[in-house]
């Protein structure tokens, strides 16, 4: 299934150098890897939904419990760029 060309067309693809000492070595290890999915693609886990109750039920959470926050002016003491109480950071997304 796998073998070195694969690994040169995916390398390819991914504009990526691979010597050509590594590519053997790719193969086995991208091999196990597959092997491992298809094991675990056999794995039903049907009839392990009914846990008898040794499943995380609701009741055995603990109970919520209000706790003191931290200071806001002490967390933004240090802070280079603040405004109206937030840390002040560049936008990232569009």
Do not use: C, Q
């Amino acid at each position: 299934m796998l073998n070195t060309d694969l690994i040169s067309y995916l390398a390819n693809l991914s504009k990526i150098e691979v010597e050509d000492a590594d590519k053997e070595k790719l193969v086995s290890e991208m091999s196990a890897i597959v092997e491992l999915m298809d094991a675990m693609n056999e794995v039903t886990i049907e009839d392990d939904l009914n846990l008898n109750g040794e499943g995380i039920s609701l009741s055995n959470l603990r109970e919520d419990e209000v706790v003191e926050s931290f200071n806001r002016e002490l967390v933004l003491a240090n802070a280079s760029h603040k405004k109206d109480g937030f840390f002040v950071v560049p936008k990232i997304m569009e």
